[in-house]
């Protein structure tokens, strides 16, 4: 096998709550996970030249070691001390810097592709040990599916399934850091909490209804706050039918939660008609056909 191809999908959090800062600055988190059917597509070749090379197919995303593909490859040939060189590209769908975890998708693509295609091996949980030097959100990428994350996010807990339903993605035209939220975000006693335990009994009952009312994600009262038009978006998908609406991740994507699946092509093609158009996905919840071994 000289090349294989990958499909990198994006995730939502469902619920994101977040515990206490860190020594090492990051956050102890509690996020309910899920994958959507929006995806990247990465093949990755062996290539005779001793270097590593990227094609994507936006302009404006690094092709360079700041592309996490990049240092993704540049891991996995330092692990196993792998001098051929190797030729990736990217054709990017899910938005950059959306809160859809698109990059930290790709890095996990890129890391269980390069597993298959050198038959290194590693299981899941080598991978996901490998893949959190890279990102807090890249051992869920690995998982994927619904789960439960914790830690800074490479503690996880397959849940699920989430009840079957539509989901509507639209990502406002800026770029959020999600450094910038994390440090901005105040965790006093007037912010409230999502309850994640009763998220967690509501998709054990496989129960829409009641995971609906659960749902939340503090990082909105920082990105909300900045950008009032996520708000204006949240309040428009409840206008046109969704059952809530929420920030995925820091933001600035904005999902909302369908059960009727004509609602949410009306809705999508109404934002299709909005200032959003090129930044609009109606999507589902996806899990992987064959989880990897563990
Ligand atoms: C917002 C989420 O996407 C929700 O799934 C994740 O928590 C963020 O995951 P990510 O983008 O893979 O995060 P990283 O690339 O590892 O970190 C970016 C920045 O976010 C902050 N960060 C991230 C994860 C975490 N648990 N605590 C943090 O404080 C840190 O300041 C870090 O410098
Ligand atoms: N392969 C890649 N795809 C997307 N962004 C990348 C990639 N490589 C590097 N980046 C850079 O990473 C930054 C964050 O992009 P990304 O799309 O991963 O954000 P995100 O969806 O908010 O992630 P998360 O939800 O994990 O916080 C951008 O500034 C982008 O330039």
Redesign the pocket.
């Known amino acids: 096998m000289n090349s294989i191809t990958m499909k990198a999908y994006a995730?939502i959090?469902l619920g994101?709550d977040v515990l206490r800062k860190r020594e090492d600055?990051?956050?102890d988190?509690s996020?309910i996970?899920q994958t959507v059917s929006l995806y990247d597509t990465l093949t990755f070749r062996k290539s005779r030249k001793r270097d590593i090379t990227l094609k994507t197919n936006l302009p404006y995303l690094p092709s360079d070691q700041k592309n996490i593909v990049y240092k993704a490859i540049e891991l996995f040939k330092n692990t196993f001390h792998i001098s051929e060189g190797i030729h990736a590209t990217i054709y990017k769908r899910i938005p950059v810097a959306a809160?859809l975890?698109g990059g930290?998708s790709d890095a996990a693509a890129a890391l269980k592709g390069l597993n298959t295609l050198y038959r290194t091996g590693l299981t899941l949980k080598e991978l996901m040990e490998l893949g959190v030097t890279l990102?807090?959100?890249?051992p869920y990428c690995l998982l994927m599916g619904t789960a439960l994350?914790e830690g800074?996010?490479e503690i996880l807990t397959p849940l699920g399934p989430m009840p079957s339903c539509n989901i509507l993605l639209v990502k406002p035209d800026l770029n959020v850091s999600?450094?910038y939220v994390?440090?901005n975000l105040v965790l006093d006693h007037t912010v409230p909490h999502p309850d994640i335990p009763s998220m967690l009994k509501a998709i054990e009952h496989g129960d829409l209804a009641e995971l609906i009312v659960t749902m939340g994600n503090i990082?909105e009262t920082v990105t909300v706050k900045e950008y009032p038009v996520i708000n204006h978006i949240k309040n428009d998908m409840i206008n046109n039918g969704a059952l809530t609406s929420l920030m995925s991740?820091?933001g600035p994507t904005v999902f909302g939660i369908y059960d009727n699946p004509a609602t949410a092509e009306k809705a999508y093609k109404y934002f299709k008609n909005s200032s959003y158009k090129k930044q609009v996905f109606l999507t589902n919840p996806y899990w992987p056909d064959l989880p990897l071994k563990q």
Do not use: F, P, R
């Not at 990102?135 to 890249?138: I, N, P, S, Y």
């Open positions: 995730k959090n994101l600055g990051y956050h988190v996020m996970m809160g975890a930290s990102g807090a959100d890249v994350s800074i996010g999600t450094k994390y440090e990082l991740g820091s």
